[in-house]
């Protein structure tokens, strides 16, 4: 089914790039410092003095608002396309807020790929509040269809690219197919592996888009952060009244840190996947089955930059035998072994035993996930350093001879 070209939710005056790091004050939106402060202050107060028991300022306790809190969703709101933007505590805490949209009975539809924790909180929503979810391949529009319930599916959750497959999904079809369908369902597109500055997937026919602010926003691994970014009024108001409800939102310190991160976001993931490809066509001269939709050998290539503006700066790579996949990831040393991604330094992951473990290994085996799988998260340190640390590895592990 053919969709409809993407429409534009809000024209930057300025390239992206320049967007993230200038704040324009002068229409009214985002708040002011009094003092124009060139970098927001830290506004680390629980409670705003009022003038009088009757008429309350803007802000009157840190729960419900803060000004550093809101010029960060302000100036997120501006670079993700959204009508409003809000930060909580973890990305985790993100799609928690989001899932409150849900009500016992209704249902969601999410990819087979998805984040090990995105999976816990599902099962975890099935389990407590007879909220089921349906598990299909996001790649095949179709393949929703079966599942697409006029009045019970509330929520369509989409990773594009996935984690950790690298799989790509065309969201303005899947948006064309189920707001034909679901008029009421939103679909909801977990943004973090492209960012903003990648991918605005509200231009493309989401509802809902959601960020965990710890790894590209924030880019050096220092805070936790969850980010939403909603395109319709009403919605964003319910939103807004879970945050507050829960008082999950995100604390001053952790905000002035974001919106700092938020500043480097360009130039960091412009050389993190320039990194990225070099080594992924570095493994795969290697002959390594390598998922980086960077490469022409990724299946859903072109449709990748029919959505993004580049390939990001994760990817994974098969060795065909788990034993060989563990040497290499405990023999790299510019490659710390960690979960998560988007920090300056470079990560590399087993996700079967790390970021995905949480996934019982029967369900692992069912969508697909190869238990030798090497998650590489590609930091902005020199590539011809980080390729010879990798190619060490490599040998060490057998993986590859050493006159190759």
């Known amino acids: 089914m053919e969709s409809e070209p993407p429409q534009e939710l809000t024209r930057s005056k300025y390239s992206l790039a320049t967007e993230l790091v200038y704040i324009d004050n002068s229409d009214g939106s985002g708040t002011k410092d009094p003092y124009n402060a060139s970098s927001m202050p830290i506004y680390q107060t629980a409670t705003f003095k009022q003038s009088s028991v009757s008429q309350m300022g803007e802000f009157d306790y840190s729960r419900s608002g803060n000004p550093t809190r809101s010029h960060l969703e302000n100036h997120l709101a501006k ?8 930060v909580v505590s973890s990305g985790m805490s993100a799609l928690d807020v989001i899932a409150r949209l849900v009500k016992s009975g209704e249902e969601i539809i999410a990819g087979d790929d998805l984040y090990g924790g995105t999976n816990r909180l599902l099962s975890f ?28 599916t509330r929520l369509v959750l989409l990773e594009s690219p996935t984690n950790p497959l690298i799989k790509v999904s065309d969201i303005p079809e ?21 960012s903003p500055y990648l991918q605005r997937p509200l231009n493309f026919g989401a509802d809902i888009v959601l960020h965990s602010g ?35 939102g995100l ?14 976001l360009a130039v960091r993931m412009e050389k993190q996947q ?19 939709p ?30 060989i996949s563990e040497r290499i990831v405990e023999s790299t ?20 035993r790390m970021s995905h473990a949480s996934i019982p290994a029967t369900v692992r085996q069912e969508r697909g996930l190869p238990e030798d799988l090497i998650r590489l998260c590609v930091g902005i340190e020199d590539v011809n350093d980080l390729i010879d640390d990798l190619y060490s590895a490599l040998i060490i592990a057998k993986a590859i001879s050493a006159n190759r």
């Open 274 to 292: 320039t990194n990225a490809m070099q080594i992924s066509e570095f493994l795969e001269y290697h002959n390594f089955k390598v998922m980086y």
């Open 125 to 152: 929503l099935n389990k407590s509040f007879d909220i089921k979810t349906h598990h299909v391949d996001t790649t095949d529009a179709t393949s929703l269809l079966p599942c697409l319930h006029p009045t019970k």
């Open 79 to 86: 670079i993700m396309s959204a009508k409003r933007a809000f």
């Open 333 to 352: 040393k510019l490659w710390a072994i960690s979960v998560s991604f988007g920090c300056v330094n470079s990560l590399i992951s087993m996700p079967c």
């Open 251 to 264: 604390a001053p310190f952790d905000s002035w840190l974001l919106l700092r991160g938020i500043k480097t």
């Open 174 to 194: 899947i948006a064309s197919v189920v707001h034909e369908k679901c008029p009421n369902a939103l679909i909801v597109v977990d943004n973090t592996m492209m």
């Open 214 to 248: 710890t790894k590209y926003l924030s880019g050096h691994h220092d805070l936790m952060a969850g980010v939403i970014g909603v395109k319709d009024e009403i919605v964003a108001e319910k939103i807004y009244f879970i945050i507050n409800s829960t008082g999950c």
């Open 294 to 323: 960077g490469l022409r050998s990724h299946p859903q290539h072109n449709l990748h930059f029919t959505m993004s503006n580049g390939p990001g700066a994760v990817l994974s790579f098969l060795t065909g035998d788990v034993t």
